[in-house]
């Protein structure tokens, strides 16, 4: 469920008119609801509870959405954060996060960034190899510190989805095989700058069914009871990210209720471990929507009808990247026979096309449309291609809403760039 819907015939965001901010803000704007980040936050911590799973860290994958007042609303509803740089350690801390609610992940950390998280005090790093292992454990010697640390483990399982977000496979780049976290489990508990307290795994995103994460987590449980029997204390199971969120072209995906459930099935009986999760898409994905203004409608004679907006593939890279479906509405819908066109933006690359022969509503110049479903890697994965301004982005709350990026002037893109000393 989301807070976007149809009030006096046109979109709005909670109780304000998607128009409004539009006229005040300029476009393309990313638009985003408190009322629906709390309710996706509040509905799987809730959903953890009834299925008997009290003791777990909700640690949002900042990835998703990094935006600071969008991490302060979930920090305010108790969520930690998941991260993978310093830059996001940075935001999270900035939004209110409690360093002991943050979790470090990420397959490549630097010395600098694992000094930086070390003396921030993150409750946790999930170390993806031996060499990191290492690294870590040096770092944290160096500073007189043991480091929490969990393994991430890779459990060769095919989440389905798309080629370029699936992780958990044996020839992805991400984690070690299950065997080889035995091991490097055992070292680690040698090690004097290391205190090796659980084992991590993600095997993908937008996953729309729960059988591959019960077939992952039925084989991470396994290797907590091999730790177990050698002796080893294992007191954190990370289980990741993932659920996917309806876009509308894709199956529908499980309930949250049906996750936890299943979660809880597959670890009956296993006591005194802290559950953690690392949900990005599914809390932000339907919490945003980017906004965008039909700049023409070119109508080729020979058929084809183009619609030109003013946000193009430097604003949402999704389609571009992976083929992404978003839903496209209106904000003031017309009445009419629904029409086929090519929905694309300004820049000069075929790329930079949103869909094709998609059946909307009568559009016609200066209307306003929405790009559903784009709170979780829309805005995240933003640029300045072709030197266009960087989207901004409002929060909204009830009948409030706030510019919480602003749209960057032209002097202040250019005044982060200078001449070379030999340059005139
Ligand atoms: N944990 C780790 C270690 C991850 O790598 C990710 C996402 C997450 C959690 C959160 O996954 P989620 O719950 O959001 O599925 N840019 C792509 C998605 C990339 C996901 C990368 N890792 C997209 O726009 O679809």
Redesign the pocket.
């Known amino acids: 469920m989301n807070h976007f819907e149809l009030s006096g015939g046109e979109l709005a965001c909670e109780d304000v008119p998607l128009s409004a901010i539009a006229e005040a803000v300029g476009t393309p704007v990313y638009v985003y609801s408190s009322a629906t980040l709390v309710r996706h936050f509040t509905v799987l911590r809730d959903a953890l509870m009834a299925a008997g799973l009290q003791d777990s860290l909700i640690a949002f ?1 900042v ?2 959405n990094p935006n600071v007042a969008v991490l302060r609303t979930l920090a305010e509803a108790g969520a930690g954060a ?1 991260v993978v740089s310093e830059g996001e350690i940075r935001r999270a801390l900035a939004a209110g996060v409690p360093a002991s609610r943050i979790v470090f ?1 990420g397959v490549g950390k630097t010395r600098g960034e694992i000094e930086f998280a070390l003396t921030a005090g993150v409750a946790e790093i999930n170390l993806e190899s031996e060499p990191e292992l290492r690294l870590v454990n040096e770092v944290a010697h160096a500073l007189g510190k043991r480091a929490a640390v969990a393994i991430r483990v890779n459990p060769d399982v095919e989440a389905g989805g798309h080629a370029k ?1 699936s ?1 958990g496979k044996a020839e992805n780049k991400f984690g070690v095989s299950l065997a080889e976290a035995e091991r490097l489990y055992a070292n680690a508990a040698n090690l004097p700058g290391v205190r090796p307290v659980g084992v991590a795994c ?1 095997i993908g ?2 996953i729309t069914d729960l059988a591959p994460l019960e077939a992952a987590f039925g084989k991470m449980r396994a290797l907590v009871e091999r730790l177990r029997a050698e002796g080893l204390s294992v007191e954190r199971l990370d289980l ?4 996917g969120a309806p876009y509308f072209n894709t199956p529908t995906p499980p309930e949250p209720s049906a996750y936890a459930a299943m979660i809880a099935r597959v670890m009956t009986g296993l006591g005194g471990l802290q559950f953690a999760f ?5 809390i932000a994905a339907n919490a945003g929507v980017l906004v965008a203004r039909v700049q023409h409608v070119h109508a080729r004679p020979e058929g084809r009808r183009f619609l030109v907006l003013d946000a193009a593939m430097n604003d949402l890279l ?1 389609p571009a990247m ?1 083929d ?1 479906y978003h839903d496209i509405r209106p904000v003031k819908p017309r009445a009419g026979e629904p029409i086929a066109y090519d929905v694309v933006g300004p820049i000069c690359e075929t790329g930079d096309t949103f869909t094709r022969d998609r059946l909307l509503p009568p559009l016609q110049a200066g209307d306003l449309v929405a790009f559903m479903t784009a709170g ?2 829309g805005a995240a ?1 933003s640029s300045e291609y072709n030197s266009r301004l960087l989207v901004p982005e409002v929060l909204v709350k009830g009948g409030r809403y706030a510019v919480v990026r602003p749209r960057p002037s032209y002097d202040d893109m250019l005044a982060r760039e200078q001449a070379a000393p030999w340059q005139a």
């Open positions: 994958a990835k998703a998941d992940s977000i992780t993600h995103s937008q990741g990210g993932g659920l690392e949900p990005g898409r599914m999704r992976y992404a979780a890697y994965m």
